[in-house]
Nanobody
Framework: VQLVESGGGLVQAGDSLRLSCAAS????????MGWYRQAPGKQRELVAR????????DYADSVQGRFAISRDDGKNTMYLQMNSLKAEDTAVYYC?????????????WGPGTQVTVSS
């Protein structure tokens, strides 16, 4: 499974960005997809994830109400709409997928896309 992120960039505080994650397999076959981020000197943290038949979404407290995760199975792509961006949102954002392969859960990562928010 290959994942490729896009949409990162340099924006000002208060602006919006939409990240995309294109998967090499049908996203309908992926159990859970998520966005993680890692800022310099910090551990990678979960930002948002979506999964299950109902497409349930979960968010980190720090982005609740500002970010929205979604998935388009017709395009095999997951999105992260980021609004009201803050300087503390600056990080490399990674796409993650967890796939049930013959009863074993395999985890895959994209290479990441840089998001920089200037204050």
């Amino acid at each position: 499974v290959q994942l490729v992120e896009s949409g990162g960039g340099l924006v000002q505080a208060g602006d919006s960005l939409r990240l995309s994650c294109a998967a090499s397999i049908s996203t309908s076959s992926i159990n859970i997809m998520g966005w993680y981020r890692q800022a310099p000197g910090k551990q990678r943290e979960l930002v948002a994830r979506i999964g299950g038949a109902a497409g349930r979404a979960d968010y980190a407290d720090s982005v609740q109400g500002r970010f929205a995760i979604s998935r388009d199975d017709g395009k095999n792509t997951m999105y992260l709409q980021m609004n009201s961006l803050k300087a503390e949102d600056t990080a490399v954002y990674y796409c993650n997928a967890i796939v049930d392969v013959g009863g074993h859960y395999m985890q895959y990562w994209g290479p990441g896309t840089q998001v920089t928010v200037s204050s």
